[in-house]
């Protein structure tokens, strides 16, 4: 697979992203500008998420991330929340159609809050498919980085509570270990269309030093061709994790 003009062997491993996070922002806009209702850009933004899956999975990414839904987006009207949730629904029970069978599903966040069949769906699939290694597919569903970050220092606690660990033991590693990503490694690429300039609360511990890319493109018109822009956005960047 052809990415622009180069395949991925012909690159320098440092100038292709190993994790790409996407907030898919930008379909209320997108609908608004339509004089549609904001739930039709949901429903086109699910397209565009369906197409990116297949064009990263296709190009050797091993890693994605979408933000879906965060805990801040409870916020909103009713109907909107509710034909996100039902969207979401949708798309996952149709997963393996628009993935095929060689990528592990992970959601992000706190599903306690779904309906029980729901949740029973998402867990699931994670089982079904964490053997799979070919690319990680990451959905951020009532996700926000504060909140895993607090979840993890739960679980922590309650292992110093125990006497498991002494407090001083505590790592970095350690407490990444608690991150609903896990064994997911850092974000080195962190997309954000719709011209909004901010993380939302989005992977906030992960994408420490990640580098970023913002278009005014919303959402529902991103496409394979604005991701190779980002691809070769990024191996321009000069990456020193804090180093010379
Ligand atoms: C992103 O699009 C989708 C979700 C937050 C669920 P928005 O709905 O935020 O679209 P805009 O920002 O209003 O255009
Ligand atoms: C971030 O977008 C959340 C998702 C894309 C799921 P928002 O539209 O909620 O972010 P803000 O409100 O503009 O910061
Ligand atoms: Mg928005």
Redesign the pocket.
């Known amino acids: 697979m052809a990415l622009f003009n180069k395949t991925k062997e012909e690159l320098l491993p440092e100038q292709f992203p190993e994790h790409i996070a996407f907030?898919?922002?930008?379909?209320?806009?997108?609908?608004?500008k339509r004089g549609l209702p904001?739930k039709f850009?949901?429903r086109e933004?699910a397209k565009t998420f369906k197409k990116i899956t297949r064009y990263c999975k296709d190009i050797g990414i091993k890693n994605i991330t979408f933000?879906?839904?965060?805990t801040e987006?409870w916020k909103?009207p009713e109907d909107?929340v509710s034909a996100?949730i039902e969207l979401f629904r949708e798309y996952i029970v149709d997963v393996r159609n628009y993935i095929g069978e060689e990528v592990r599903v992970l959601f992000l966040g706190d599903k306690t809050i779904f309906d029980d069949d729901l949740q029973k769906k998402m867990n699931d699939l994670e089982e079904d498919t964490k053997d799979y290694n070919k690319m990680t597919m990451l959905l951020a569903i009532n996700y926000g980085g504060r909140d895993e970050i607090v979840h993890a220092a739960k679980i922590l606690s309650e292992q110093v509570k125990r006497g498991e660990i002494q407090p001083d033991e505590i790592t970095e590693d350690m407490f990444q270990k608690y991150l609903y990503t896990a064994d997911v490694p850092d974000v080195d690429l962190m997309i954000r269309p719709?011209g909004?300039l901010r993380l939302s609360n989005f992977l906030i511990w992960q994408s420490a030093y990640a580098e970023f890319y913002f278009t005014d493109v919303?959402?529902p018109d991103f496409s394979p061709n604005e991701l190779d822009k980002a691809l070769i956005e990024f191996g321009k960047r000069s990456r020193r994790f804090g180093g010379v």
């Not at 907030?23 to 608004?32: F, S």
């Open positions: 907030i898919m922002d930008g379909n209320g806009r997108w609908a608004k904001r850009g949901h933004g933000y879906a839904f965060s987006n909103r909107e996100i719709s909004e919303l959402w």
